[in-house]
Nanobody, 119 residues
Framework: VQLVESGGGLVQPGGSLRLSCAASGFTFSRYDMSWYRQAPGKERQLVAS????????NYADSMKGRFTISRDNAKNLVYLKMNSLRPEDTAVYYCNARAWIWGRLSDYWGQGTQVTVSS
């Protein structure tokens, strides 16, 4: 099982980035997908999530209207488009896959990608 994030980097305040997460080794279309982030000295927090079919999304309040999560089940990819980035968005962003399979929680994490918002 692998979740590989990409697309992070350094961006100026007000700028945009699109993160990608490539999944392999499991049945992607059965899993709800989420993006989390963790800033230095802070707990990991949920950024956005999307159901396995893509029919429903959920966002943390501070990301609503700025971030968009989407997925492509044919390509086993999930995306996070981030607009109007702020310095407080600086964090390591992690991809997460979660599903209940035969009564057991199946939960996978990527290694993370660094996003730095700074002038």
């Amino acid at each position: 099982v692998q979740l590989v994030e990409s697309g992070g980097g350094l961006v100026q305040p007000g700028g945009s980035l699109r993160l990608s997460c490539a999944a392999s080794g499991f049945t992607f279309s059965r899993y709800d997908m989420s993006w989390y982030r963790q800033a230095p000295g802070k707990e990991r927090q949920l950024v956005a999530s999307i159901t396995n079919t893509g029919g429903s999304t959920n966002y943390a309040d501070s990301m609503k209207g700025r971030f968009t999560i989407s997925r492509d089940n044919a390509k086993n990819l999930v995306y996070l488009k981030m607009n109007s980035l702020r310095p407080e968005d600086t964090a390591v962003y992690y991809c997460n896959a979660r599903a209940w399979i035969w009564g057991r929680l199946s939960d996978y994490w990527g290694q993370g990608t660094q996003v730095t918002v700074s002038s």
